[in-house]
């Protein structure tokens, strides 16, 4: 795919981010900023059976953070708790699909952080 159709895919996410909201009575919650702009996302996430049965973020921040929280959200939800710990960041980095230069990187990954962060318990 061409970097305009990864934009697109990017900006879609931004516009339309997928299980954005609150969580009522998550199993875990956790927050984290990008110390360079202060731009920050909270993960909700529902845990059962060895399974991410439901995720949900909120958050504020530049286009590729918000949308690489949505990408992130779909990619974990459902899915194995030890499927998603073995996850790199990598991983997120090729779902969106663009070169980023190091500063973009930290808005990238700050949603896989504070993923990260939430299940380091489990
Ligand atoms: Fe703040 Fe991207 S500019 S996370």
Redesign the pocket.
């Known amino acids: 795919m061409s970097n305009d159709i990864y934009m697109e895919f990017i900006l879609e996410n931004y516009r339309n981010p997928k299980n954005y909201g609150v969580m009522d009575n998550p199993t875990v919650k956790k927050s984290g900023a ?1 110390p ?4 920050d996302i909270t993960i909700y996430l529902k845990i059962e059976n060895g399974k991410i049965q439901d995720i949900r973020f909120t958050g504020k ?5 918000q949308a690489s929280a949505s990408i992130l959200t779909e990619m974990v939800k459902g899915k194995d708790l030890e499927y998603v710990k073995s996850l790199g960041e990598n991983d997120l980095l090729s779902a969106l699909g663009i070169e980023l230069s190091p ?2 990187l ?2 990238a990954l ?1 949603s896989y952080k504070v993923l990260k962060d939430a299940l380091s318990g489990f």
């Open positions: 990008n360079l702009c202060g731009d921040g530049c286009a590729i953070s500063a973009r930290k808005c700050l």
